[in-house]
């Protein structure tokens, strides 16, 4: 297997992530067409902006400040009232990091104490179901066998409804359900265990995007985990047949790509879309 390193981390395709795994999962064609460049994403990159700049303050100075050297134009107003000064949607950033900086209990739990072992942007990787694996991990405590990823959500506790469930559910429910944190979580976990040999404790640091940041710890429940990890389990071999070109990828129909090859060859009727 080859070695990942935080220099060759992102360049790497000899392994699946699970963010590349959920592009395969929602659309195995538009996810081929992107890998292969026949296809561009165009997509809001504020979100990803706002949450690294939130994950960069809380790994090192360093990774901040370079986050910002690089970044820089992109978060910064270029006119109007409020040109040369931080955009609205990243000064929120700023009350994310301060509701959590001083908070004693989040420093303790994020950066350890000073005698214990804390890896920062660890990297994980190992097999699940003989498929090569990796992920990067914000905060793992070798010392006290667990780790902590840095979660930025709309909101923790609004109440939304939740189809699957059928009722309403807070925020962060559907936020990691929704975005399978559960599975991902469960495998950074079980890649944790390849490579030291134990057994560590997943936590989500949670902070709400609202103009007063919420914040709270979260236990995914063993129950979760274990349904997380056999979700990937079931459908990582189709998707890595479909990277290694051994099967044809299927279309969703639906998505920005597969409308752009969309042609009109049959009609649909009512009952048809009603029951789609
Ligand atoms: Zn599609």
């Known amino acids: 297997m080859k070695e990942l390193t935080q220099e060759n981390y992102y360049q790497d395709k000899e392994y699946l992530s699970y963010s590349r795994m959920k592009q395969f ?11 292969g460049g026949a296809w561009i994403e165009s997509r809001d990159e504020t979100p990803l902006l706002l949450g690294n700049y939130v994950h960069s303050y809380f790994e090192s100075q360093e990774a901040h400040e370079a986050f910002l050297k690089e970044n820089g134009d992109k978060l910064i107003s270029k006119a109007g009232k409020t040109k040369g000064q931080l955009k609205k949607e ?5 009350s994310m990091i301060a509701s959590l900086k001083d908070d004693p209990s989040f420093n303790r739990l994020y950066h350890g104490s000073s005698t214990e072992n804390v890896e920062k942007e660890m990297i994980v990787y190992g097999e699940i179901e003989g498929v090569p694996f990796k992920g990067k991990l914000d905060s793992v405590n070798l010392t006290q066998g667990y780790f902590a990823d840095l979660k930025t959500m709309k909101s923790i506790y609004d109440m939304e409804w939740n189809a699957e469930l059928r009722r309403k559910v807070p925020t962060a429910v559907n936020n990691i359900l929704g975005f399978g944190y559960h599975s991902q979580l469960a495998i950074y976990r079980d890649l944790l265990k390849q490579m030291t040999g134990d057994e560590f404790r997943p936590i989500i640091v949670a902070v709400s995007k609202e103009e007063v940041p919420d914040k709270e710890v979260i236990r995914i429940d063993e129950e979760w985990l ?3 990890l056999e979700e990937v389990k079931e459908t990582i071999k189709e998707v890595w047949d479909v990277i290694q070109r051994k099967v044809e990828p299927i279309a969703c129909g639906h998505c920005d790509y ?9 009609i649909v009727t009512l009952n048809n879309l009603i029951g789609d």
Do not use: M
């Open 25 to 35: 999962l929602k659309c195995p064609a538009r996810a081929l067409a992107v890998e």
């Open 90 to 94: 990243f000064l929120i950033g700023d």
């Open 226 to 228: 274990e349904e997380g």
């Open 258 to 266: 597969c409308r752009s090859q969309k042609k009109l060859n049959s």
